[in-house]
């Protein structure tokens, strides 16, 4: 079956640092990937997604680039601000029917000033 | 701007209760799911629907039902509430031609 795997939380930086969240996916067939964040309070926004190999998916200066040979879709951001302090969701899904997506366990991100 | 609305932030049930969480978007979406979030666990399908009166479980169904009688409303149904249901509860939609999902803000329940 289709899963997803993410680095385990939680994640503290102080503000202006490199940010990598790790995503690895299992799937039956090419699913499209997806990164989600989760504000307090709130229920979730798509962040970014890639829909097929090599792909690159960008948004508020996040990126995150689909590969294939390593089953992987790391999250990144240059220089992280203390907005950006959030739960982030990795996703996975075949774009067949209904596309149910897979999510993985969820990164809480702390950003410190 | 499109929205899906879930109906209450906060919900408290007795055990044994039948509650209704409803989930109403405004985007006229084929596709709506509920989805379960514990810590750990991330979220976790209970069931979705491909459109009106069309329904299939997810990966997490026991204990729970829906209704879809009209396209811009999925109900999901706890028929007799328990302590292990308490969680945050999360709907959401897509449209036949766009990948990704729109999510209402959450339902809070707690089971006592």
């Known amino acids: 079956g289709n899963s997803v795997t993410q680095m385990e939380g939680p994640v503290t930086l102080s503000e202006e640092a490199f940010l990598t969240i790790n995503c690895t996916y299992t799937?039956?067939?090419?699913?499209?990937l997806f990164w989600y964040v989760q504000y307090p309070g709130e229920g979730l926004q798509l962040l970014l997604k890639?829909?097929?190999?090599?792909d690159k998916g960008s948004n508020k200066g996040f990126e995150a680039t689909y590969r294939k040979e390593t089953t992987s879709f790391h999250l990144e951001k240059g220089s992280v601000q203390v907005s950006d302090s959030a739960v982030y969701f990795c996703a996975s899904g075949i774009n067949q029917g209904a596309q149910k997506l897979v999510f993985g366990q969820g990164t809480r991100l702390t950003i410190n000033p | 701007d499109v929205k899906v609305t879930q109906s209450s932030r906060y919900l408290v049930k007795r055990t044994g209760e039948k509650v209704f969480l409803e989930c109403v978007q405004d985007?006229?979406?084929?596709?709506m799911f509920w989805y379960r979030q514990d810590p750990g666990l991330g979220l976790r399908l209970i069931y979705f629907s491909y459109d009106v009166k069309m329904k299939e479980k997810g990966d997490i169904p026991e204990g729970y039902s829906v209704s879809r009688e009209k396209k811009e409303r999925f109900s999901l149904i706890l028929e007799s509430a328990s302590t292990n249901q308490t969680s945050m509860y999360l709907c959401?939609?897509?449209?036949?031609?766009?990948?990704?999902?729109?999510f209402g803000s959450g339902t809070r329940l707690t089971v006592v």
């Open positions: 959401a939609s897509r449209p036949l031609d766009r990948e990704g999902y729109t």
């Open positions: 890639a829909t097929k190999a090599d």
């Open positions: 799937a039956t067939g090419y699913p499209s």
């Open positions: 985007m006229d979406h084929e596709n």
